[in-house]
């Protein structure tokens, strides 16, 4: 079986090819884009844009996770978000939206507003209760595919890939036991979210590791500061063939969706990469 939206939205079939979902950050304070969406003009733009460039889903986010960024309440990034989700709702009406939060209520909101999917920094672990996980309460009495990120405050690891390995299965844990159909999960390794330099780099180049937990698995590598120190590139908009090659590798390990701010370039990367991973035929 497949991911389905709550709302009967086409959600696009990753056994196909490699998905990809754009990313649409209405923050003030986002590391490479924040102010570029204000309003519901400059983000109906920014969507038909990405659109435009072949993304297959949209993820909207109201709050910064870069390092340093500073939180909000549930109240600002839901007047954030709100005004956005209906007007690309009934814009794009067919167009999979995916809501960026690690807000259960936040979640919930935007779900019962049109998004729909959960993409979650926190991995259903960033409010939980005993064996209970918010995130994914809400995630499953909604009936909503939830992506799954890993993520740590910092980067003190003392064996690297079991505790990786072992948090995404405590996240996928907490996911089933609220009863979420497995079909609705999909992975994110989380590169640049509480790890060095070297431990994405391992990520990438192992993501192996990660696609063998049996979920979909999308990563998301772009423009971050990694790529800008392997390149020597400050100016996080001049780091596109950072992105390009970590893509490719992601999907030679078997990633099946790469999310990204721009795939005016990207989407023939991915297409290569696709046929070099599944096979390509032509008709004679």
């Not at 990809?20 to 309003?39: A, C, K, L, Y």
């Not at 709100?82 to 935007?110: E, G, N, W």
């Not at 079909?183 to 994405?200: M, R």
Request: net charge negative; with cysteine; charged share 20%.
């Amino acid at each position: 079986m497949s991911w389905k939206s709550p709302h009967g939205t086409p959600l696009p079939d990753w056994r196909q090819r490699t998905l990809m979902m754009g990313i649409i950050n209405i923050t003030p304070d986002s590391f490479s884009d924040g102010g570029e969406v204000t309003d519901i003009p400059t983000a109906i733009n920014k969507a038909q844009s990405l659109i435009d460039q072949g993304a297959d889903i949209l993820d909207l986010g109201a709050e910064s996770t870069r390092p340093g960024s500073n939180t909000i309440s549930e109240e600002i990034e839901l007047a954030r978000l709100l005004p956005i989700i209906v007007a690309l709702r009934k814009k794009f009406p067919q167009m999979p939206l995916s809501v960026d939060t690690y807000k259960s209520a936040v979640a919930k909101v935007a779900i019962e507003s049109g998004t729909d999917i959960i993409n979650d920094v926190e991995g259903a672990r960033g409010e939980v209760t005993g064996n209970s996980s918010a995130m994914a309460k809400v995630a499953a009495q909604l009936n909503c595919p939830l992506i799954l990120m890993h993520r740590r405050k910092d980067a003190n690891y003392i064996d690297f890939w079991p505790e990786i390995l072992g948090d995404l299965k405590l996240s996928i844990h907490f996911c089933l036991e609220a009863g979420i159909a497995p079909e609705q999960l999909w992975l994110d390794p989380g590169f640049g979210f509480g790890k060095t330099p070297q431990q994405n780099l391992m990520l990438v180049r192992n993501l192996e590791k990660v696609t063998a937990l049996g979920f979909p698995v999308m990563l998301g590598a772009s423009r971050k500061s990694t790529l800008g120190l392997v390149l020597n590139e400050k100016n996080s908009l001049h780091r596109e063939e950072g992105n390009e090659v970590t893509a490719t590798w992601g999907i030679a390990q078997g990633c099946h969706m790469i999310r990204a701010h721009d795939f005016s370039r990207l989407r023939k990367v991915i297409q290569m990469a696709d046929a070099l991973r599944r096979g390509q035929t032509w008709a004679e």
